[in-house]
């Protein structure tokens, strides 16, 4: 799953730089010309097939072809109503946010939430969720530094922004090599080696960052500070929420975590300036916001769960980065999918 959640992020960077929603190129405005015009020449001329049918030829069931000529025709009028809808499903997912937190924050719910609970909490339980929430905050720094070294670096800039399949396979290579090293080396026995491989890991996550600065720093400033208001909001419903509440959501997370992978996967096949491009593009950019929000409660209460009942001295103890890998990856997936969306929007008003 979390090989997933980084296919997901590395599909993102590079339609920044490809805005869907903004103004056509004359060859696009030109092809939508052409076609409305050679449809209309096609509805008025003589059918020649059979004598048994009119002279005129009349409108056909759409056949395959016709479909995916559709589906691939440049159409900016569709694609913005795509984007709409896109934009008010998000809106829409913000305001239930909005009402779980004012239903849980001011404790109208009869079960008792996890903010309760921590008054009797042991303090190796308090321990671990502080440990962990101190590496996510570790980790972010880390990968805005790493993002801003690479970005001042001509040659791993123009290496990270290139579209090439070897980019690509490159940087999914060294995102879930680097997953998987960081998991695989336990924080007990060898605590040395896995700091560094924590560091590495978020060094290849500020490489994933890195195309977003060519946005601005205004604008990534007000992405982390919306990032920041979304994780805040969302981690203080799933603490204030019923301890299991959202624990309960893996299988239809699973399932939408799916669509968005395989929306991630097509986006990078189909030009953004065709209705099936359009589509894909906004069920991973606004679905995804969506769904990883989602995921944010599940992975939250997961990592206190996980806190309260991991013995202390178990052979498999509680490992704070571990634990943090999915609210990192959580945060970072909202981060790109808000600097996207204020980058999209400021191209759109011009």
Same mark, same amino acid.
């Given at each position: 799953?979390? +090989? ?7 599909? &993102?960077?590079?339609?920044? /730089? ?18 409305? !015009? ?5 509805? @008025? ?26 589906? &691939? ?9 795509? =984007?709409?809808?896109?934009?008010? /499903? ?12 004012? $239903?849980? %924050? ?24 502080? #440990?962990? $929430?101190?590496?996510?905050? %570790? ?16 040659? @791993? ?6 579209? #090439? ?11 879930? %090599?680097?997953?998987? &090293?960081?998991?695989? !080396? ?9 700091? @560094? ?22 604008? &990534? ?6 990032? +920041? ?13 019923? #301890? ?6 893996? +299988?239809?997370?699973?399932?939408? @975590? ?23 593009? #906004?069920?991973?950019?606004? %679905? ?29 103890? $509680? =490992? ?6 999915? !609210? $990192? ?22």
């Amino acid at each position: 799953m979390l +090989a997933a959640r980084l296919v997901c992020l590395r599909t &993102l960077p590079s339609r920044v /730089f490809h805005p869907t929603f903004t103004k056509a190129s004359p060859f696009v405005k030109n092809s939508i010309v052409k076609n409305s !015009i050679t449809k209309n020449q096609w509805l @008025l001329t003589p059918s020649r097939e059979y004598a048994t049918k009119t002279r005129i030829g009349i409108r056909r069931g759409k056949t395959g072809q016709e479909l995916k000529e559709a589906a &691939l025709e440049p159409s900016m009028e569709k694609i913005f109503k795509i =984007d709409q809808m896109g934009r008010w /499903f998000v809106a829409g997912g913000a305001a239930v946010g909005l009402g779980a937190l004012c $239903y849980y %924050g001011l404790g109208m719910s009869n079960e008792i939430g996890a903010i309760e609970k921590a008054v009797i909490w042991p303090q190796y339980v308090k321990d671990r969720i502080h #440990s962990t $929430y101190m590496y996510l905050g %570790g980790s972010i720094g880390l990968t805005a530094l790493s993002a801003l070294a690479i970005s001042r670096t001509p040659v @791993l800039m123009n290496f990270m922004m290139r579209g #090439s399949w070897v980019t690509i396979g490159a940087t999914f290579a060294a995102m879930i %090599g680097a997953g998987m &090293l960081v998991q695989s !080396i336990s924080y007990d026995r060898s605590p040395g080696p896995k700091h @560094l491989a924590w560091l590495l890991h978020s060094g290849v996550m500020g490489a994933v960052v890195a195309p977003l600065t060519i946005i601005g720093g205004p604008l &990534l400033i007000r992405a982390a500070w919306y990032t +920041a208001g979304i994780v805040g909001g969302l981690s203080t419903v799933a603490m204030c929420a019923p #301890s299991e509440k959202f624990l309960n959501m893996g +299988a239809p997370l699973g399932v939408g @975590l799916g669509l968005v992978f395989v929306s991630s996967l097509g986006s990078m096949f189909l030009p953004p300036t065709t209705v099936a491009g359009a589509t894909l593009y #906004s069920v991973a950019m606004y %679905g995804g916001l969506v769904l990883f929000s989602m995921f944010l409660l599940y992975d939250t209460q997961k990592v206190i769960k996980r806190a309260e009942i991991a013995p202390m001295y178990g052979v498999q103890k $509680y =490992d704070p980065i571990n634990s943090m890998l999915s !609210i $990192y990856m959580d945060t970072l997936n909202i981060f790109m999918r808000v600097a996207t969306m204020l980058a999209t929007g400021g191209n759109r008003k011009k």
